[in-house]
């Protein structure tokens, strides 16, 4: 069973069964936040006006993944092509602490379909780091996301 989710920023998705939806995000204007079990937040980012191909979604990926590099201190864990029928998406993964001590993967993700842009960015706790990092993971959050 999954969630299935229509929002006014102009993507479905269909998120595992116990999804929730913040009431309001804290990453800002043209933004979404979700729940996913096991402490995963997701959060979508309407930014079609700085990005219209390929080369620029990988570079708005790289951006955003800087936070996480240079704020928080973070280890550049991966990056590339999420591979994900009928979507272009790059991907760069960052190990990060949270200031409380809790080691995170930080996911920035530039996804173009159907001739559109949003941005993806999902952060989840490391349980195992022998796991991490976890790209199927990535791919099943990223891929359940569409533009119409």
Do not use: C
């Not at 990005?51 to 590339?80: C, F, I, K, N």
């Not at 009928?86 to 530039?110: C, E, R």
């Amino acid at each position: 069973m999954t969630v299935h989710i229509e929002s006014p920023l102009g993507f479905t998705a269909d998120f595992p069964e116990f999804t929730q939806a913040l009431p309001e995000s804290t990453a800002g204007p043209n933004t979404e936040q979700y729940g996913l079990l096991g402490n995963v937040l997701v959060t979508v980012i309407k930014d079609d006006n700085a990005v219209s191909d390929a080369p620029q979604a990988t570079g708005w990926a790289h951006l955003m993944s800087a936070y996480y590099l240079d704020e928080r201190g973070g280890t550049q864990l991966a990056e590339g092509a999420l591979d994900l029928e009928g979507k272009d998406a790059y991907a760069v993964m960052v190990g990060f602490q949270d200031p409380d001590g809790t080691a995170k993967v930080a996911s920035a993700v530039g996804v173009l379909e159907n001739g559109r842009f949003i941005g993806v960015l999902v952060v989840w706790p490391v349980t195992d780091a022998a796991k991490e990092p976890q790209a199927e993971r990535l791919k099943e959050i990223v891929g359940a996301i569409s533009l119409g």
